[in-house]
């Protein structure tokens, strides 16, 4: 595959489109062939792809951005898909996946030199300056802000050519969090989700209270929340982690040096599973996952060597789904435990969580180069060094690739230093590994090679799934005697390291392939020599070799219909090679139109097919089957309606193993403001331990021209990892007076739930400026915590303004029961007056009480004068006078302050003339 976008991508919010031509060529370079589908999600930066929705007959399409689309490949091998650059500049890296095919991207969105906004305040107090009642002095908007607050936002272009964006605030950190918005548009996501995936976007994130970053054409330097990135294409070399800190970028088209040093306080944690079909649709991870933090990859295995076939980075809401506060971690698309073929797969989860007393330096840089004038050669270098403290482990990467008349080549080699994931902190090995590839066409015949060593200590906990141990040798030539006929030879070699030795194994092959119209065959030969191979099924050792031969056939019976099979047979030598046993498939297929295809797949063998590679060996028992199907359709049965299932079973020694699954989704319409789905989905397991689920619920959106809009999204799971979730939201007028605005994030497991609901009304008339009121209602309960929490609180609030110049505000608020951290319920009073003289002068009265209930100790009250000054449009100075203070309501003896003050609170909406 290669990418060329017809001009560069920007970070304008989407105002500008760039198209992304792909060109798409296989192996040998000829065009792939048009219908095929390919996958493209965005996995790192700042981009997204711009989809065309049809409306309707006559009228234009409707354009919304995703960070996942499959298209299928156009006649010639060409596909273009628009793109568009999100708020930040910087690299974003692009995955494709067509069949066992993974490969990136990396495109730099440039900065959007706009014009400046400004806009934040500047408050400074000295004296007895009154808090809230109540709390703490040090809470957001307390007692401490008024004595001093910087918080501002800015953006814009400085010196001609540099954007700069910086957010500061002295009262708050600028970390990302759970808010919980719903999903605006039910379309934009699959029919199996589950779980609460939304958070707030910032385009300023940080662990502390800065965030600052610049940036001029290709180069930046930041201050805030990043991810790493060691330039690797080896997804061994790769650094999945999110950290905090500072990182200096400097590059052009050809060139790229960057470095970043960063302090983190989160816990990091690696798990990897197998898919054992789909009873498992989940995993529980840790509670409390950071916002943003995890990496979910699907990993292939050839059944045969224990190698790493393709590593696929899932996408969150299209694959899968997870509620960062319980760690529930849910399929949308649940993964088999074998490719189409029957190959195992393995799925790794890398991800931050909160965890207690956790502190690590991050530090490191990587560069990158083309080395000539043709731009054919390049050289990467990447370094990360991660301290905690009692352990240390560095990555360094180093990667040199190039292309040819007809060709590409690559070397590359990872090496790795420290403690292994979840072993002793005290604890080091060093390890290594290369990898190598070279491939190229001259005249009729190809030739490809592959080459990949892991020395048995080498171990990336941050990285992809990696096979230390095993080394890896593989060769593909081919001759094409006509478009329709060629003759292939493949030759490969595996030396494995496990507890009984070395292991080596080596296979050739030599295989004729001719083609009709609808017919084609292929016949062939291979070789299998095994030396101290270990069968992990009955402990002896195998050394020799065999000859097998190779018959295959594929028939296309109609313009639909097809029938393929193979069969590979033992026709010399005594040894059967424990990773290659005699075996057959067959595959039935019928295709109508849209690429809709029904299929059954079967496969047998003589002997269960065990993995060469020891380190996979634990994730590699699904290719142990003497005999797999798997029966699966994906098809639109209307517009509105679409239905998709798939049945795989798994016949070992001990039994059969069956998975089942089949769904059904029906959109609907209901008038011109209402559109959603329905769905339900079931699946089944038969074995030992195993179990099924069924999966239903609605999603739903709505919107009228009065700029109300509510959309939810409701599921609820049975059977296997049990659960249900509720995520809705709304806002908008109820009419000319009256508004509305509510969320609602609900989420159940056995192990844990937690409920975070709040709904508000507000009134104001619309014929006059009189007055204001807003009733609020906050619900929250949970025990994803220590200890459960239960809270309820109804809030009342409302402005009055009986004269020009006269203002009343006062609100109310009422604890209505406890939790295991707070029992009291707790009742605030609060009433503020404001008098106005004349365009400058105010005097205001204000007062506040706060008492828990049966604690009279804790009683909290607040009441002060304050006469203000307005200074220009912009600024207020006051002078006021705190009678009664605020008791901490700890109830450790913390000070009460009482006497004279003076505040001075600007807004901020330029900077030395910059922002207007």
Do not use: C
Not at 241 to 249: S, V
Not at 780 to 792: A, F, N
Not at 877 to 902: C, E, K
């Amino acid at each position: 595959f290669s990418f060329l976008l017809d001009h560069t991508l920007r970070a304008d919010g989407g105002s500008t489109v760039s198209t992304l031509n792909i060109t798409a060529l296989d192996r040998w370079y000829n065009a792939a062939m048009p219908g095929a589908i390919i996958k493209l999600n965005i996995t790192s930066g700042y981009a997204q792809f711009l989809v065309a929705t049809p409306t309707g007959e006559g009228k234009p399409p409707l354009y919304h951005p995703t960070s996942a689309v499959e298209v299928p490949v156009a006649p010639g091998g060409v596909e273009q898909i628009h793109l568009i650059g999100g708020l930040l500049p910087g690299e974003a890296m692009l995955q494709l996946v067509a069949a066992d095919v993974v490969t990136s991207e990396r495109f730099y969105v440039e900065p959007n030199l706009r014009k400046p906004l400004v806009a934040g305040l500047v408050t400074a107090g000295v004296g007895a300056v009154p808090g809230f009642a109540g709390m703490p002095a040090a809470v957001p908007d307390g007692q401490q802000t008024r004595e001093g607050r910087i918080a501002i936002f800015a953006t814009g272009t400085i010196f001609d050519n540099i954007l700069a964006t910086a957010a500061y605030d002295t009262a708050n950190v600028l970390q990302q969090n759970l808010q919980g918005p719903y999903v605006t548009d039910p379309y934009d996501r699959p029919f199996q989700t589950y779980g609460d995936t939304s958070y707030q976007h910032d385009d300023a994130l940080s662990t502390d209270h800065l965030y600052a970053r610049f940036d001029r054409n290709q180069s930046s330097f930041v201050w805030g929340e990043f991810r790493p990135d060691t330039g690797s294409n080896d997804p061994d070399g790769t650094y999945h982690l999110l950290i905090d800190g500072a990182k200096l970028e400097l590059g052009t088209d050809r060139t790229r040096v960057v470095a970043f040093t960063a302090s983190n306080a989160f816990a990091y944690a690696r798990q990897q599973f197998n898919p054992t079909g789909l009873s498992l649709s989940g995993e529980i991870l840790h509670p409390n996952i950071v916002v943003g933090s995890e990496v979910v990859t699907l990993v292939v295995l050839d059944k045969r060597t224990g190698a790493v076939i393709s590593q696929t980075i899932m996408v969150n809401s299209i694959d899968y789904t997870i509620d960062y506060t319980t760690g529930m971690l849910r399929f949308i698309n649940i993964p088999l435990p074998y490719d189409d073929h029957f190959n195992p797969q393995v799925v790794q989860v890398q991800y931050e969580y909160g965890g207690a007393g956790v502190a690590s330096e991050t530090t490191g840089g990587r560069a990158s180069a083309l080395l000539n004038s043709d731009g054919t050669l390049r050289l990467n270098v990447g370094y990360v060094n991660d301290f905690t403290g009692v352990a240390n482990f560095t990555l360094l990467e180093e990667n040199l690739q190039g292309t040819t008349h007809g060709g590409a080549w690559s070397i590359g080699h990872v090496a790795s230093n420290g403690p292994p994931l979840g072993g002793l902190a005290n604890a080091s090995q060093m390890g290594s590994e290369v990898h190598a590839t070279f491939t190229q066409i001259s005249g009729s015949n190809r030739l490809a090679f592959e080459f990949n060593t892991a020395s048995a200590e080498f171990d990336n906990p941050f990285g992809g799934f990696a096979t230390p141990g095993l080394t890896s040798y593989n060769l593909d030539v081919k001759h094409l005697f006509s478009p329709d006929s060629d003759l292939a030879f493949n030759f490969n070699l595996q030396h494995n390291i496990s507890a009984s030795g070395a292991e080596n194994q080596s296979q050739a092959s030599a295989v004729y392939h001719h083609a009709w119209k609808s017919f084609s065959v292929k016949a062939g030969l291979q070789t299998n020599t095994v030396s101290n191979v270990t069968s992990s099924l009955t402990g002896a050792t195998v050394t020799g070799s065999n000859l097998q031969s190779i018959l295959g056939f594929s028939y296309k019976i109609t313009k639909r219909l097809e029938l393929s099979a193979e069969d590979i047979a033992n026709i010399g030598g005594g040894t059967i090679a424990p990773s290659e046993p005699s075996q057959a498939f067959a595959q039935l297929t019928y295709s109508v139109p849209k690429n809709t295809k029904f299929f059954i797949r079967d496969r047998w063998s003589s002997e269960p097919t065990e993995s060469f590679a020891s380190s996979s060996a634990p994730f590699t028992t699904a290719s142990e089957a003497t005999q797999s199907l798997a029966v699966g359709f994906s098809r639109d049965l209307s517009s509105a309606t679409a239905v998709d299932a798939e049945w795989g079973v798994d016949h070992t020694n001990n039994g059969p193993d069956i998975y089942s699954a089949y769904g059904i989704r029906e959109k609907f319409t209901l008038g011109r403001n209402t559109k959603g789905d329905a769905f339900v989905q079931e699946g089944n397991a038969v074995g030992g331990g195993m179990s099924g689920f069924t999966v239903y619920g609605v999603d739903a959106s709505y919107s009228n021209v009065h700029n109300f809009a509510a959309a939810a999204s409701w599921q609820n799971r049975t059977g296997s990892e049990p659960g249900s979730s509720l995520t809705a939201g709304f806002s908008g007028p109820l009419g000319p007076s009256f508004a509305v605005q509510g969320t609602v994030q609900d989420s159940w497991t056995p192990q844990a739930f937690d409920d975070e609901d709040r709904i508000g009304f507000a009134w104001r008339p619309s014929r006059n400026d009189r007055g204001a009121t807003l009733v609020e209602w906050d619900h929250r309960i949970g025990s994803v915590t220590t200890l459960s929490e239960q809270t309820d609180v109804i809030m009342f609030q409302q402005v009055y303004r009986p004269t020009q110049t006269l203002e009343f505000a006062g609100r109310v608020a009422y604890k209505l029961d406890g939790g295991a951290y707070y029992l009291p319920h707790t009742a605030l009073f609060g009433l503020r007056a404001d008098e106005r003289f004349g365009p400058r002068y105010d005097l205001g009265v204000e007062t506040q009480l706060v008492e828990p209930a049966g604690i009279p100790a804790a009683k909290s009250t607040d009441f002060a004068v304050e006469n203000g000054y307005r200074i220009g449009g912009a600024a207020r100075l006051a002078v006021g006078y705190n009678f009664a203070g605020s008791a901490d309501p700890t109830l450790t003896g913390a000070p009460v302050r009482r006497g004279a003050y003076v505040t001075m609170t600007s807004v901020v909406d330029h900077i030395f003339g910059w922002g207007r």
